[in-house]
């Protein structure tokens, strides 16, 4: 489902907009922020939609051509209604199953600044390489109210590296702010 949910959001953001480089992205609602380096273009749902985080575009200078960048990194946020996951591993199970079943992902823990959390990765035909990282914030005792925080990178397995460190990078300033 959060498949799903990040396709609608590459082809909704044609109305998404850069923002200035070197910005410190803040989300109020679910509770995070992260430094971009300016280096890289950033893109963000434009008012009305609802924040749920950004795009950060690896190999285009332009938010309105994300559709076609296959090297993008995505740190999005929502609540955990759709799958009450009671882990990270748990999400992480769920989430990271491909729509062929052949396709093999690798799963390991990791820890987001103290926050522990589970990264899937797996590579596609064609070169395609996909590293998801979920972290999971209690809110209370209802799961449905629990956030579920996703940093995901797409890109193609020549960029791996060099993409992969950027990655890292930006997964290693988030901050948990609620």
Partial sequence: MKCIIAVLLIML???CSAVPPDNKYLNDQYGFSLMVPDRVVQCRDE?????HGLFVLLDSTS???MKDSVAKILVYA???VINEARSSNELALAECKTKDSNTKFTVSNVLVNGVPSTQCMWKENGGKVVIRIFSQL????DPSQWI???SRLDTQENRLQDDKKLF???VNSLSITK
């Fill in 13 to 15: 953001c044609s109305s």
């Fill in 138 to 141: 209690p809110q209370g005792n």
């Fill in 78 to 80: 929502d609540y955990n």
């Fill in 63 to 65: 938010c309105q051509l």
């Fill in 148 to 150: 579920n925080l996703e």
């Fill in 47 to 51: 008012s009305p939609a609802p924040n």
């Fill in 168 to 170: 890292d990078l930006i």
